[in-house]
């Protein structure tokens, strides 16, 4: 459960980043028209990758409530964090990109 809000939490943050304000807010320069597009992929993919470890752990009705929950607390600190430490953030994606393959990988 907790590899599926890491990768749902960097999902978010994908999405977040490959908006050109938060971009130059995060990152401190302007971003590219390719590195926005990746960015939007690459947090689909992520939170596509989410929702099937949801479902593959606890099938469709309790994974996507379970999912459901763990996007919405991700989001919420993502929310509240974004305008008062931002650079504490881009250190929790890092986290949960190096931790999110690890938990998914350990058995249940």
């Known amino acids: 459960m907790l590899a599926v809000a890491l990768f749902g939490f960097a999902g978010f943050a994908c999405l977040c980043l490959a908006m050109e304000k938060h971009y130059k807010v995060l990152l401190g320069a302007a971003p590219a028209a390719m590195r926005l597009r990746v960015l939007r992929i690459g947090g689909c993919l992520l939170l596509l990758l989410a929702v099937y470890l949801a479902v ?3 099938g469709w009705a309790m994974g996507l409530v379970e999912l459901f929950a763990v996007l919405m607390a991700g989001v919420t600190l993502w929310v509240f964090l974004l305008p008062f430490r931002p650079r504490l953030l881009l ?3 890092g986290l949960s990109l190096v931790l999110g393959p690890v938990l998914a990988m350990l058995p249940e």
């Open 91 to 93: 250190r929790l994606v």
């Open 56 to 58: 593959h752990n606890s």
